[in-house]
């Protein structure tokens, strides 16, 4: 009988028996991810439900596929040799997606070295205005709000309501940013009506990273009136709500037909969108 037909009626390898064989060589690492893999296990009985499991990013340490050696060198979240002490403050555990995705556009203008302040408009009651501000403490952070809800000015009988978004105030916006720990110097609140909320310093103001949260049509458009001109070569806008909120989609559609920037969706549970600012706008 020749050899190969030896090989041919030898049952193959087990897959689960070389599985067993790296299980035995790093025991302490497949048992340290056990409970991950059973999530993952079960995440496809979530796929068709309001809330479903998303893997963390592999250059988050708690990602199953977490490698030091590759995060160490390209810094992960953060990078490498940043003089600045940079944190990543709590959010919502339902949109890490979206955290994520505002954490490493802050990256990519601090990588990139774009100068401005950050800034943003829809304060509501400082989730996101925490996050610029511990990732980018040396940065002048501007918050713009009513911090009384929406004004009647920009409500209608199709969106929006009175009432809405209400439950919060400057003071307790500045003491949530405070509760992290970093110098509060460079945050800088306006309180009011927007646009009619901008000082007048702020118009001479030059912008990196800009972040619109307003929701309805009024504030959104005048945001991107005012920030977009402002906006450094290579700064980044990301306006929220895009694929949740009428008012906020049409006015991106409206102002991105007479930018030549182009406005890029993102996957997060509202659907925000960021544009780029060119260097020959």
Sequence with gaps: MSVTANKANE???????????????????YLKRLPSWGLLKCSPLFRQTACRLQAAMDIDPAGWSYRPEFASAVGGFFL???????????????DLVRRDALILLLRSVVKRNVPGDLAELGVYQGVTARLFH??????????????????TR???SREGRLGMFADTSAAVVLRYIAAGGVDMKNVLVREGYFPDSVASADSDRRFAFVHLDADLYGPTRAGLE?????????????IHDYNSWEGARRAVDEFSACIPDIPLPLPDKSGSVLIVRGSST
């Design 80 to 94: 490498p040799d940043d003089p600045v002490v940079r944190h990543i403050a709590p959010f919502e555990s339902w």
């Design 154 to 156: 920009d409500t209608t």
């Design 11 to 29: 049952p193959e390898a087990a897959p689960l028996e070389a599985f067993w064989h790296r299980v035995a060589k790093r025991p302490g690492y």
């Design 134 to 151: 511990e990732y980018c403490p040396d940065r002048t952070l501007l918050l713009f709000d009513t911090f009384t809800g929406f004004d």
């Design 226 to 238: 005012f920030f977009y001109p402002r906006l450094n070569p290579g700064g980044i806008l990301v």
